[in-house]
T-cell receptor, first 113, second 112 residues
């Protein structure tokens, strides 16, 4: 099992460019999540998908869109990147039950110039 | 929504000493509290968790305690080792909401 995988690992964008971060899990989990991690601010939820076909906003959704392509894949799109979106992005998945552990991907380090 | 506060932001201990990290939460509906360890440049990984129907849980040198009345929970690491050095995050989850709210993290430094 690869667990949760993310691509790319690193990315540099110019202001206004767009890109999509990809996430996939092979654990047959129902729920998937996108977080951003900034120094001193912990992990903040951008969007999540409780199950295939559903998505919901988290704490900081502005400037992002998501797609739950199927049960395995959950992508995050930046339509017009801004320097404030420079961060490390983590995808996570969980079985979906109350106490199911969240498993994190390796992260994508994004820099917007 | 839920608000999770974590203290201290940094903690430095001597090898062999104990370390305690504390978190408070605001929503009494929260009933699942995981703790994650994140080493530099790596992903967060679950180290221990506790449900609201349990007051304490231990796993070797790590323990977590929960006080539902006061709405706070703590991570205790005994006999610390240099490899315990990392950032630790607490989180709280509200039943059926599929959302996890994280504390801002504690950077633990264990000095040999």
């Amino acid at each position: 099992n690869a667990g949760v995988t993310q691509t790319p690992k690193f990315q540099v964008l110019k202001t206004g460019q767009s890109m999509t971060l990809q996430c996939a899990q092979d654990m047959n989990h129902n729920s998937m999540y996108w977080y951003r991690q900034d120094p001193g601010m912990g992990l903040r939820l951008i969007y999540y998908s409780a199950s295939e076909g559903t998505t919901d906003k988290g704490e900081v959704p502005n400037g992002y869109n998501v797609s739950r392509l199927n049960k395995r894949e959950f992508s995050l799109r930046l339509e017009s990147a801004a320097p404030s979106q420079t961060s490390v992005y983590f995808c996570a998945s969980s079985g979906g039950g109350l106490t199911d552990t969240q498993y994190f991907g390796p992260g994508t380090r994004l820099t917007v110039l | 929504g839920e608000n999770v506060e974590q203290h201290p932001s940094t903690l430095s201990v001597q090898e062999g000493d104990s370390a305690v990290i504390k978190c408070t939460y605001s929503d009494s509906a929260s009933n699942y509290f995981p703790w994650y360890k994140q080493e530099l440049g790596k992903r967060p990984q679950l180290i221990i968790d506790i449900r609201s129907n349990v007051g304490e849980k231990k796993d070797q040198r790590i323990a977590v305690t929960l006080n539902k009345t006061a709405k706070h929970f703590s991570l205790h690491i005994t006999e610390t080792q240099p490899e315990d050095s990392a950032v630790y995050f607490c989180a709280a989850s509200i039943y059926n909401f599929n959302k996890f709210y994280f504390g801002s993290g504690t950077k633990l430094n264990v000095k040999p």
